[in-house]
Structure formats: C-alpha cells, structure tokens
C-alpha cells in the first residue's frame, strides 16, 4: 500500500461537554469523567491495552487541529475535480 498523506496522530474519540449547559451541570460532567477508572469495566480491556488508563481534558482547538487539517485538504482536493 502507498501512503498519499501522513498527518500527525490525532484523537479516535472524544466526549464533550455542551457549554449550553448550566455550569453546574457542567462540573458534575466534567468531574464524573476525571473520577471514571477504567478497572474492572468493558473499557478497561479496549483502552488500558493501549496505554490509555483514564479521560483526560482536551482542547478542541489543539487536539483536534490535524482532523481539521486533513478534513481541508481533502475538501480542497474533491473541490479541484
């Protein structure tokens, strides 16, 4: 297989907070992904596997900017035929 495009690793999944909704609900949101182990349920045998132990906080902006990235240029590339 050839390899047309190499982009930077990027995030397979990622849960959100909706910033519409009131703060407190947001806190108790954020704070039950923080408290989540990931020990003895389905996703321990998924993520731990990978080295991944538990949620962590992310940036949109950041984290997501290589998806966005490609999501360009493939809509840049589509958009030239």
Sequence with gaps: ??????????LQLCFGVPHN????RQEQIEQTFEAFKFA???VEGISV?????KFIRVSYK???APVR????KLTHLFDEQ
């Design 1 to 10: 297989m050839r390899s047309v495009y190499s982009s930077t690793p990027f």
């Design 21 to 24: 909704r009131p703060a407190d």
């Design 40 to 42: 003895g349920t389905s």
């Design 49 to 53: 596997g990978r080295g991944r132990t």
């Design 62 to 64: 950041t984290a997501w």
């Design 69 to 72: 990235e490609v999501d360009r």
